[in-house]
């Protein structure tokens, strides 16, 4: 008999899964942001641009593997599962992944740090004022009080981006581990029968 899977289930599992994936990005994101503070030479900053982006490949690839690892092995646990269960799966962990690294980059800007952010927005404004005029600047300026809302919402949509395609990668190929075949398969399955007799 098919394992029933309801959406309790999967927030369960789905948690465990975001929770990995969204302290993975939260501990890149620490690393790489007080690692250009220990060293001031410009041979150190050099180096530290070649770290950092191979930390970020790391990263990238730990991620994405991670990903298709707690799916494949919530495909494989549940022997109802179907490429639906597997995709609100998916959806539920990227979700929460998001939501986790994007918490705590709100409480980095808001409470951490947010005198280098504050400085890094700044500069940006400086180096755009030539091209924008005073009322423009005056709205840009006032928009470094909503920074951490901002940078809250901007990264929740681009980590639940990343979720979300690798989930419409991952889940139609792992239901069909378990035999389980989509439900479009189902529906030519039950014609071709229909049309045999």
Known sequence: MKEK??????WNEAGKAGLVLGLISTAYMFITLYDTTLFS???YSV???????F??????????????YFMLKFALRHSGATSG??????VTAGFLSALIYSAFNLANVAY???A???????EMIAQAAPLMDANSRAAAENMIGKLPQITFFLNLVYCFLWGLGLTAIYSPR?????????????ENETDDNHNLS
Do not use: H, R
């Open 5 to 10: 899977i309801d959406m309790k289930l999967i």
């Open 41 to 43: 030479s410009k041979f």
């Open 47 to 53: 180096a530290m641009s070649v770290v950092n982006f």
């Open 55 to 68: 930390l970020l490949a790391v990263k990238v690839v730990a991620c994405i593997w991670l990903f298709k």
């Open 85 to 90: 269960d597997t995709w609100k799966f998916g």
């Open 112 to 114: 951490i740090s947010p």
């Open 116 to 122: 280098e952010y504050q400085s890094v927005y700044n």
């Open 174 to 186: 792992l239901a069909l581990l378990n035999g389980i075949p989509d439900a479009d398969e189902e």
